[in-house]
């Protein structure tokens, strides 16, 4: 069997999730006819789905669900806040390609997850969530803790359901782990009045899934890959584009096959970092707002983007209208609504990135074999050396005695870390600095909310990705600003022995905000600044049962590092005292095209220069 096919305990259809392994549970056949209350067949239900942990929170309308737990192999981790088990099971589903299982009650639990509801239907995270509701003779009259978690999550869920009978369970649970993890991945959310879960109902586990109007394409049309393969050949300064749908697809080894097929350069987004290694000698990083010169303009310059499992985000792409403005366009997608949505493609390939890569390598050769000309490349591999040798990554470096860099303590967090590690960021400057610094070399290895852009994502986040990968390092790279709003689950990780690591980039501001208000509010410093002093990030930590460091100079950073990495029994938080005015570069400003994008203050006038090539 494909390790990657897994079809549900029992079901005898031919329908498949496509996931990275088998789900590890082999729940017990269940005797058909047997009654179990609404309770007992939902934990049945997660179980036959292959459900290993569940983070949530227990409340009134779901207490009913909570009793059979005690009898099931399934984890349950107690988180302190509904939206961190949200959180938790998006880091879990990022790191294992399972989906992520959360369970919490109803009324404010629900709306406290529509944040991580969204974060991962904007992300395309395979996520399952369980509510609880009133009992259906009160639904609508605004009874205690009511309210129309339907109604709330629609858009913000790629299904949801209110369960009015506990016989329809089994087939529920089933459809849902289907939808998640199927086609283009999302949230998925149930939601179980109170009384349907304490009602009786026969059991059963179904042989069939059938979604009338659910249909997924994985195969992309033959005359389109071979036509893509085509201006693929013919293109001389080609860039292959890459989105998170193509780790979303397990197609890491397809993806290097192809560049290397083709011997064609690729960029990889926020989102797909880790999906091809930052040690080949064709990858040129991230693109985007901030990111490298080198990525942003060989996408600017090329004459042909190749784009697997990217959305054409605002963030990447900059003023629409001037974005690679001499570039045909190949757009791979399984979800065909993301075609022409941003930019037109001149060949759309609708289906499974795998799949479609698969096809095009396999097109490429059949026409080489046939003696297809191919387009001449030299001048532009030498022309993006160059740009790689003038336009590197800079910063000013932190001397002993003066202020500490981010990118600094960035480098030295990624020059020590083992080969297993799992970098989590939360949202912001320091977000940039972890994806620019650290050098991915394993896929799967990079954790963090991109299109909802989620401050306190990041320590539930990493929590849920060491329960998924136990044996890698998890970093988790926080700001303070991002720190305050979720700590809280660190006293989750020191309870449930999750060992996390932590590093803040403590500069005593909400830095992202700090910086545009600097570039384009007249230094206008409105309600960004945040105590230098409070809350004592050390005495916090060890407040919640974790061991706590503070770094205040270059000199102390390797030897905090050494310590945090020892450290394997409880989780570790490090502040880092960092330089309050440190900007994050290269940056293209909102609204701006990418031929805008400004750099260091030190490449300022190497890249006057390189604009003027461009004019004559």
């Known amino acids: 069997m494909n390790p990657e096919v897994f079809c549900f305990p029992g079901l005898l259809s031919a329908r498949t999730f496509r996931l990275s392994h088998h789900f590890p549970l082999k729940p017990?056949?269940?005797?058909?006819?047997?009654?179990?209350?609404?309770?007992?067949?939902?934990?049945?239900?997660?179980?036959?789905?292959?459900?290993?942990?569940?983070?949530?929170?227990?409340?009134?309308?779901?207490?009913?669900?909570?009793?059979?737990?005690?009898?099931?192999?399934?984890?349950?981790?107690?988180?302190?806040?509904?939206?961190?088990?949200?959180?938790?099971?998006?880091?879990?589903?990022?790191?294992?390609?399972?989906?992520?299982?959360?369970?919490?009650?109803?009324?404010?639990?629900?709306?406290?997850?529509?944040?991580?509801?969204?974060?991962?239907?904007?992300?395309?995270?395979?996520?399952?969530?369980?509510?609880?509701?009133?009992?259906?003779?009160?639904?609508?009259?605004?009874?205690?803790?009511?309210?129309?978690?339907?109604?709330?999550t629609r858009s913000v869920t790629k299904h949801n359901e209110l369960v009015m009978d506990p016989q329809d369970i089994p087939r529920i649970v089933a459809e849902a782990f289907h939808i998640a993890?199927?086609?283009?991945?999302?949230?998925?959310?149930?939601?179980?009045?109170?009384?349907?879960?304490?009602?009786?109902?026969?059991?059963?586990?179904?042989?069939?899934?059938?979604?009338?109007?659910?249909?997924?394409?994985?195969?992309?049309?033959?005359?389109?890959?071979r036509r893509a393969a085509e201006m693929i050949l013919a293109s001389e300064r080609p860039i292959i584009y890459v989105g998170g749908g193509v780790l979303k697809a397990r197609a890491v080894e397809e993806l290097r096959e192809f560049a290397e097929l083709c011997d064609m350069f690729v960029t990889t987004t926020l989102m797909a970092r880790s999906a091809f290694s930052d040690e080949h000698r064709l990858a040129l990083g991230m693109p985007g707002m901030h990111g490298n010169y080198t990525a942003i303009t060989s996408m600017q310059r090329s004459d042909l983007l190749i784009n697997l499992g990217a959305r054409f985000d605002d963030r990447v792409t900059g003023k629409v209208n001037t974005f690679a403005p001499d570039a045909k366009i190949i757009h791979a997608d399984i979800d065909p609504a993301e075609h022409g949505k941003v930019r037109r493609p001149d060949v759309a390939l609708v289906g499974d990135c795998k799949i479609t890569i698969t096809e095009l390598i396999r097109a490429i050769r059949d026409l080489r074999a046939g003696g297809a000309k191919e387009g001449e490349r030299t001048v532009w591999k030498q022309t993006i050396s160059g740009w790689q040798e003038n336009f590197p990554?800079?910063?000013?470096?932190?001397?002993?005695?003066?202020?500490?860099?981010?990118?600094?303590?960035?480098?030295?967090?990624?020059?020590?870390?083992?080969?297993?590690?799992?970098?989590?960021?939360?949202?912001?400057?320091?977000?940039?600095?972890?994806?620019?610094?650290?050098?991915?070399?394993?896929?799967?290895?990079?954790?963090?909310?991109?299109?909802?852009?989620?401050?306190?994502?990041?320590?539930?986040?990493?929590?849920?990705?060491?329960?998924?990968?136990?044996?890698?390092?998890?970093?988790?790279?926080?700001?303070?600003?991002?720190?305050?709003?979720?700590?809280?689950?660190?006293?989750?990780?020191?309870?449930?022995?999750?060992?996390?690591?932590?590093?803040?980039?403590?500069?005593?501001?909400?830095?992202?905000?700090?910086?545009?208000?600097e570039m384009f509010y007249e230094e206008r410093y409105s309600e960004v600044y945040l105590s230098p002093e409070l809350p004592d990030f050390v005495k916090l930590a060890e407040a919640m049962g974790c061991v706590g460091l503070r770094v205040d100079s270059p000199e102390e950073v390797q030897p905090a590092i050494d310590k945090a990495n020892e450290i394997n029994d409880r989780p570790v938080v490090v502040d880092f005292r960092t330089d309050e005015s440190e900007k994050v570069f290269p940056m293209v400003p909102a609204g701006l095209s990418n031929d805008d994008l400004e750099l260091a203050p030190s490449q300022r006038e190497a890249l006057a220069r390189e604009r003027s090539k461009w004019s004559r």
């Not at 069939?208 to 109007?213: A, W």
Request: with cysteine; charged share 15%.
């Open 393 to 517: 990554l800079t910063y000013e470096v932190s001397d002993p005695g003066n202020a500490l860099k981010p990118q600094f303590v960035m480098e030295h967090l990624r020059d020590s870390a083992p080969d297993n590690t799992i970098l989590v960021a939360g949202v912001g400057q320091h977000q940039m600095w972890a994806s620019q610094y650290w050098k991915f070399k394993q896929p799967y290895s990079w954790v963090n909310s991109g299109g909802l852009g989620t401050m306190g994502f990041c320590v539930p986040a990493a929590v849920g990705a060491k329960v998924g990968r136990p044996d890698a390092t998890v970093w988790a790279v926080d700001g303070d600003g991002c720190f305050q709003m979720t700590n809280q689950e660190l006293t989750t990780a020191a309870i449930e022995r999750i060992p996390i690591k932590v590093a803040i980039l403590n500069n005593s501001y909400l830095g992202m905000v700090r910086q545009w208000q």
């Open 28 to 152: 017990k056949d269940p005797a058909m006819s047997e009654t179990l209350t609404g309770a007992q067949a939902l934990i049945r239900s997660l179980e036959m789905c292959g459900t290993e942990v569940i983070f949530g929170l227990p409340g009134g309308c779901i207490l009913p669900a909570y009793d059979p737990l005690l009898e099931s192999p399934i984890r349950h981790i107690l988180v302190r806040h509904e939206q961190g088990a949200g959180h938790m099971a998006e880091g879990y589903a990022h790191v294992t390609g399972r989906p992520g299982v959360a369970m919490v009650t109803s009324g404010p639990a629900a709306t406290n997850m529509v944040t991580p509801l969204c974060d991962a239907y904007m992300d395309s995270v395979p996520m399952v969530c369980i509510t609880g509701q009133v009992s259906r003779p009160a639904i609508g009259t605004d009874a205690f803790q009511e309210c129309d978690t339907v109604g709330i």
């Open 181 to 225: 993890t199927t086609g283009r991945p999302g949230p998925v959310l149930i939601d179980v009045p109170k009384d349907v879960l304490q009602a009786a109902m026969q059991w059963y586990w179904p042989t069939s899934i059938d979604l009338p109007g659910y249909r997924v394409q994985t195969t992309p049309d033959a005359l389109s890959v």
